[in-house]
């Protein structure tokens, strides 16, 4: 049995990343499926980073909203669970 998952995402980087995966020879559907099973397996670790040339596909609002949580979380204002 499957099931779909709704999230949302800017259309700019929607279509960045497709873009990606139909150069890799996947559909994005695949991409994700195939990083959630990595996940799980723990094969796949999630954390921030920040790279200069990553902020293109992110609007200006995202970039505020990015720096704004990073800075929260830096003071300690942020408690990461694992």
């Given at each position: 049995m499957?099931?779909?998952i709704m999230f949302?995402?800017?259309?700019k980087l929607k279509k960045a990343a497709q873009k990606r995966a139909k150069k890799?020879?996947?559909?994005l559907s695949d991409f994700?499926?195939?990083?959630t099973k990595s996940f799980v397996a723990g094969r796949l670790n999630v954390?921030?980073?920040?790279?200069?040339?990553s902020w293109d596909n992110?609007?200006?609002r995202?970039?505020?909203n990015f720096k704004r949580g990073l800075a929260d979380l830096k003071a300690g204002r942020i408690k990461?669970?694992?």
């Open positions: 499957t099931t779909q949302k995402i800017e259309n890799e020879g996947i559909t994700y499926q195939s990083a954390g921030l980073t920040i790279e200069d040339d992110y609007t200006k995202s970039k505020i990461l669970v694992r």
